[in-house]
């Protein structure tokens, strides 16, 4: 494939729109419209392990993205999409429904390590090729009263395990082993390995 000088990002996640500048990597929106179920696709399934469902979620969205460009007709680019799990063991801690499980999810991962896994995929016109980022993160122990003022803060929606790394919640971690951009939702270092073939830059 002739190498391009953009690429589609299916996501709305402002954070990774954030992380591809700052890779130099022009991009544009790929978002699922009103016609879409798109938080459908993060469901999970019985027994289903962490990596596992990374994998399939960050599949499906890239199947869903092609067909949304082809339906859309806009011009064809490569296609980027990622999705980013909190794992405490084999339980999976996705985007909290309310603030009764933002403040569940907190409370498990106070004081305790807990596992950060990122997928990202790229489909370049002809294969799609894929990585998986895991990153450990430990929280020291938070007290009752900081959950419930970040959770009424907002900041834990929309967010797997119920915080950004980026956020105030950066105060009650203790150790990070891995890849911060990765935790954040977008790993950067195997985001460039797959782009690096189609865009000089990255």
């Known amino acids: 494939m002739h190498r391009n000088d953009f690429v589609y990002l299916a996501s709305a996640s402002?954070?990774?729109?954030?992380l591809l500048d700052q890779l130099g990597v022009r991009h544009q929106l790929l978002v699922a419209d009103a016609?879409?179920?798109?938080?459908?696709?993060?469901?999970?399934?019985?027994?289903?392990?962490?990596?596992?469902?990374?994998?399939?979620v960050t599949s499906a969205k890239l199947c869903a993205a092609r067909a949304r460009l082809a339906r859309r007709g806009w011009p064809i680019a490569p296609?980027?999409?990622?999705?980013?799990t909190v794992a405490l063991r084999t339980q999976i801690l996705g985007k909290p429904a309310d603030a009764a499980q933002a403040i569940a999810m907190l409370t498990l991962l106070?004081?305790?390590?807990?596992?950060?896994?990122?997928?990202v995929a790229l489909f370049d016109g002809r294969r799609t090729t894929s990585r998986?980022?895991?990153?450990?993160v430990r929280f020291g122990v938070i007290p009752r009263s900081e959950i419930e003022a970040y959770v009424a803060s907002g900041e834990p929606f929309g967010?797997?395990?119920?915080?950004?790394?980026?956020?105030?919640?950066?105060?009650?971690?203790?150790?990070i082993d891995g890849s911060y951009t990765g935790i954040m939702g977008l790993p950067l270092?195997?985001?460039?390995?797959?782009?690096?073939?189609?865009?000089p830059r990255a």
């Not at 395990?161 to 203790?174: D, F, H, L, N, T």
């Open 189 to 199: 270092f195997e985001t460039a390995q797959l782009l690096r073939r189609l865009l």
């Open 14 to 18: 402002l954070r990774r729109s954030q």
């Open 132 to 136: 998986l980022n895991i990153s450990h």
């Open 35 to 56: 016609t879409e179920d798109a938080e459908a696709l993060e469901a999970t399934r019985h027994g289903e392990l962490p990596a596992a469902y990374v994998r399939r």
């Open 79 to 84: 296609i980027l999409c990622a999705d980013t």
């Open 159 to 175: 967010k797997a395990g119920a915080y950004a790394i980026q956020s105030q919640a950066a105060r009650w971690i203790e150790h």
């Open 110 to 119: 106070s004081g305790r390590p807990h596992r950060v896994i990122s997928g």
